[in-house]
């Protein structure tokens, strides 16, 4: 892509690692991921490395994590590391009573079997709400698994609920590598993450020297891999993994910012929680204004994870997803001339009772990023993110991609004008009560960094 001014987009100059278009799936539904990710434990013959947020104490995450311990059992010389955030790991559910969290699965585990497997908790901030350990992937030999969810029930449909997300299958040992070299070199050997599976965990504040340290080396780290070959050959895609974590030299908010301002004809983005970077606002309505088609995809006020359909045990948490859509509205407000015009797309995805956590872009239908970034303030600038730059320049994977889309617009309405989307005064009286507080206090804007 060569942009009229001469300019060369720069994430077109990253390094690459070579993938066969044959080597690269893509899961559709909650269960598949599953399924997919129960076979591939139990295949696994040399190393299985998972990152995510969080593994659940509850049904899905115990099959999940004794499904690795049996993997483990069968072959003890396979090399098993499973990586979540510090902080996550050992506490309840928001809204639950105060537990140890799911450290108590870690350990129970632990004493059941004979050889063991690491559970490594990464402290990236001294407190969950200032930043957490957001990284994903999960690697299988030399399969990578790659998606935003966590591991839990919902997740997993586990039961009669789910949490829709993306699900990308890549089979590449360069990639795998990277993924694994980055958790061992840079995660596994700081001061600052400890093994789960033990009584003794160090309280926070002793670790804040580590973690002060920690975060020095994460704002400079990024994937290694050897580039393959500077030609792609006509069955193949380039692929660049990337890391982001703070503000400056961050690599993956700089990719995402690029996507979006060098678009030339259509873009289709995926956010679960609608509070867009002032900057990615601003690239979008530069689309627009010069005729390019946007299309966003974000869940419905009732389809995210925060959102609390009992209004008799509403808490505070609650208000999360009444912020969002009061963003979106906003937003919808402001871009009406472009809905109207058929530029911009704005559908909301609503499926009975289930959550809503896809994430992601595709400019053009030649680039594409799979990632856990939310695409806002919080991962912009507080968590530690990562993702995979897909460049397709002979759109060999165009079919996959849009049949992924079809899927995802199955459950999705249109928004045609702005008064489709609830206000304030449109809200039960305690979410009603509390955004009132929060505008009148002026948190509104606090919040939106921090969300």
């Known amino acids: 892509m060569n942009l009229a ?5 720069f994430f077109q100059s990253l390094d ?6 044959s080597d690269f799936s893509i899961l559709n539904t909650t269960k598949e991921f599953k399924e997919k990710l129960l076979a591939l434990i139990k295949s696994a013959r040399k190393r299985i490395y998972i990152t995510a947020l969080y593994l659940q104490d509850d049904n899905a995450g115990r099959e999940i994590l004794h499904a690795i311990y049996q993997a483990k059992q069968d072959n003890p010389g396979l090399d098993v ?8 790991a050992q506490r309840g559910l928001m809204g639950h009573k105060k537990s140890i969290g799911n450290v108590r699965l870690y350990r129970e585990c632990a004493e059941t079997y004979e050889h063991q497997i690491e559970i490594l908790g990464v402290p990236v901030k001294s407190k969950e709400v200032f930043g957490v350990f957001h990284v994903k992937g999960f690697v299988f030999d030399d399969v990578l698994l790659y998606s935003g969810a966590s591991l839990n029930e919902v997740y997993l449909h586990h039961a009669d609920r789910y949490r ?7 089979k590449n040992q360069a990639l795998c590598d990277s993924f694994v070299d980055f958790l061992q070199t840079q995660v596994a050997q700081s001061d600052a993450v400890h093994p789960l599976t033990v009584e003794n965990i160090p309280d926070r504040k002793k670790l804040l020297s580590a973690i002060k340290k920690f975060k020095k080396i994460l704002r400079s780290s990024h994937y290694l891999f050897k580039t393959t070959h500077s030609e792609l050959h006509n069955t193949e895609v380039a692929m660049t993994p990337l890391l982001g974590f703070g503000r400056r030299k961050n690599l993956l908010n700089k990719v995402i910012f690029e996507l979006v301002k060098n678009t030339q004809k259509h873009i289709i983005i995926y956010t679960p929680y609608f509070n867009l970077p002032n900057n990615i606002n601003r690239a979008i309505r530069g689309l627009l204004r010069r005729g390019k088609v946007v299309d966003i995809i974000v869940g419905d006020k009732t389809a995210n994870d925060f959102y609390i359909h009992d209004q008799k045990v509403f808490n505070k948490i609650g208000i999360v997803p009444y912020v969002y859509e009061t963003n979106l509205r906003k937003f919808t407000k402001r871009n009406q001339r472009y809905i ?3 530029l911009l797309n704005l559908r909301l995805w609503l499926d009975d009772g289930n959550t809503f956590h896809l994430k992601g872009i595709s400019s053009d239908e030649t680039s594409h990023l799979i990632t856990g970034h939310n695409i806002n303030p919080r991962a912009c600038k507080l968590d ?3 993702g995979i730059l897909i460049q397709d320049p002979n759109r060999l994977l165009q079919n ?5 889309y079809e899927n995802i617009l199955t459950h999705t309405t249109r928004i045609e004008h702005f008064e489709q989307i609830e206000d304030v005064n449109d809200y039960p009286d305690e979410p009603k009560r509390l955004m009132r507080s929060v505008k009148r206090a002026k948190l509104d804007s606090i919040l939106n960094r921090l969300l």
């Open 81 to 88: 590391k499973i990586f979540v955030d510090f902080l996550r």
């Open 400 to 404: 996959k991609f849009h049949q992924e």
């Open 340 to 342: 109207d015009k058929g």
């Open 5 to 9: 001014n001469g300019r060369t987009p």
């Open 16 to 21: 690459t690692i070579s993938v066969a278009s």
């Open 164 to 170: 829709y997300d993306r699900y990308h299958q890549i």
């Open 384 to 386: 530690l993110e990562n």
